[in-house]
């Protein structure tokens, strides 16, 4: 660059877009304090020059490609107007065959009632989903993306571990779901080959992710529909069938106790997972949007589908108790034979239809994963910043099909167990970031410069951060409580040899409280 410019000239030849931005210091009264639009980029920067990057960005918005990335979305352009949207999104996400396997693994996997499990569900999907609903509130004021909001907890060089963390996370689960979704397939017909029920699930999301944000908000605003009415048939037929079973009385003792926890865990897994993703699909908010209403909305969304769609799961794994047929179909075929075994014996065909529906449900599972997963690969460096971010949707595709074709057959069991146990990254991603946000930035938004997003020497070093981080691995190490290792106090919190997982809880409270004090030591020393 020749130095500093304005917005109609700063730009490179070879359109740097980081190196685009808008040095605009005035100030907008807002409601709720003064924010400036500095480093913002405009639309229209994304197209302008000879690149190859212009060039592609050229190509795509001729079919109404969203062109940006992790550019800061300027306030003249956080447009969408639709505020049930922000619920819709997350509602359809979590209306899917996923969650509801999350509350069917309360029976045959950790031996747990109905009530128990109900009880569990609600309370621990009621905690998982705070951070979710609480840092969606940060994209219409600042109109960053999350992994890039994350530059101000973890710093400019410290995020890109975070941001890797996230990547395994999107493309781990998104190659377990689709798995998932090819098996309902399978179920209905033993003919269709697990590699074609995979490409189908990954080509409709790929096709979706890759138009973006808009497309993505507009798909998941009704795919919500027949998967909800699906899910009422399931209802209705397994209510009628008379095989739910309450297994009242409760249980009690170690081994229920190490249930309950080991349960909560996997439910607050799913519940927060979210969190990585959550201002993703806010940032084209208007930034006076009251925060409360984008932080209801999201929680209605989470709540009502992942409370409904895990108790149904966990009503319908009651019948594994007594019924011998649930439990061979859950043996045989997982999640898609429970719901087969449900649907099938009683509707016929008209059940079967039911049941490869559900294996669809699984795209608007994998739409936030696969259009986060873009965000987060350009966050790594300068270079994969100038790859388009409809390119890099395209590679995670590849990348998460080219898993899970393989993992199908061979080792899908081996891939979930390494996505439960990179799962406790989460806790410790929310025990540094709102320590930072309460503690030293004292819980407003005026405490932030969002327009130094793109200035290392402006934001927080990142080693207080990343050494928390460490701290907080031990203690999911310590606590964590999986069928191939145990922790010292997880074997404590249950019945051997399994105990109870509470993995989650001791990553968030070690990484809380070391970075509350290698942070006040960070400050101190280079005074940001």
């Keep these: 660059m020749e130095g500093k410019m304005s917005l109609s000239s700063n730009m490179k030849a070879s359109h740097d877009v980081e190196g685009a931005r808008k040095e605009d210091t005035s100030l907008e009264d807002y409601g709720f304090g003064y924010v400036g639009d500095g480093n913002a980029v405009h639309r229209q920067e994304f197209t302008s020059g000879a690149s190859m990057y212009a060039k592609l960005q050229r190509f795509a918005g001729r079919f109404g490609v969203e062109q940006r990335g992790i550019e800061r979305v300027p306030s003249d352009e956080r447009t969408d107007s639709s505020m049930s949207q922000v619920g819709t999104l997350w509602f359809s996400a979590n209306m899917v065959v996923s969650s ?28 998982g989903i705070m951070p979710v609903c609480f840092f ?30 996230n990547i395994l996370a999107c493309m781990g689960w998104s190659a377990v779901n689709v798995i998932v979704g090819a098996q309902f397939f399978h179920a209905v017909n033993g003919n269709v080959p697990g590699w074609a029920g995979i490409l189908v699930i990954a080509v409709a999301t790929l096709i979706i992710c890759t138009f973006g944000y808009r497309i993505v908000h507009l798909y998941e605003k009704w795919s919500w529909v027949p998967m909800f009415i699906i899910f009422l048939i399931v209802l209705g037929t397994f209510a009628h069938s008379g095989e739910f079973n309450s297994l009242l009385p409760l249980e009690s003792g170690p081994a229920e106790a190490g249930g309950v926890l080991s349960f909560a865990a996997s439910v607050f897994g799913f519940a927060t997972g979210w969190t990585s993703y959550a201002a993703d699909y806010t940032v084209y908010q208007p930034v006076g ?90 966050v790594l460096s300068e270079h994969t910043q100038r790859v388009p971010r409809f390119v890099w949707t395209l590679v995670g595709t590849a990348v998460y099909v080219a898993v899970a074709i393989p993992g199908y057959a061979n080792f899908e069991d081996a891939l979930e167990s390494f996505m439960l146990v990179i799962g406790y990254w989460l806790a410790i991603y929310e025990g540094v970031s709102l320590t930072e946000h309460f503690v030293f930035r004292r819980g407003s938004l005026t405490n932030y410069a969002p327009e130094t997003y793109t200035d290392p020497k402006r934001l927080p070093p990142g080693f207080a951060a990343i050494t928390a981080f460490c701290v907080g691995v031990a203690g999911a190490v310590l606590g964590m409580a999986q069928k191939w290792f145990t922790g010292p106090i997880g074997a404590l919190c249950g019945a051997p040899p399994y105990g109870g997982d509470v993995g989650f809880e001791l990553a968030f409270s070690f990484a809380a409280l070391s970075y509350l004090v290698l942070r006040t030591i960070e400050r101190g020393y280079f005074g940001r």
Aim: proline fraction near 3%.
């Design 100 to 127: 509801f396997a999350i509350g069917a693994l309360a029976r045959p996997v950790f031996q747990l009632g109905f009530v128990d499990s109900a009880l569990t569900i609600v309370f621990i999907n009621l905690l």
């Design 289 to 378: 949007r009251p925060r409360r209403s984008i932080f209801l909305w999201t929680f209605a969304g989470l709540f009502v589908s992942l409370c409904f769609t895990e108790l149904l799961g966990a009503a319908v794994a009651t019948a594994m108790a007594t019924n011998d047929a649930y439990l061979e179909a859950y043996n045989d075929a997982h999640i898609g034979g429970l719901l087969a075994q449900v649907l099938v014996p009683t509707l016929g065909r008209f059940g079967e239809f039911c049941v490869v529906l559900l294996g669809l449900s699984i795209i608007g599972n994998n739409c936030p994963n696969i259009y986060s997963v873009s965000l987060s690969l350009q």
């Design 136 to 165: 969606s509130t940060f994209g219409p004021r600042f109109g960053l993306r999350q992994m890039v909001l994350s530059r101000f907890w973890f710093g400019f060089y410290g995020v890109k571990l975070i941001a890797i963390f």
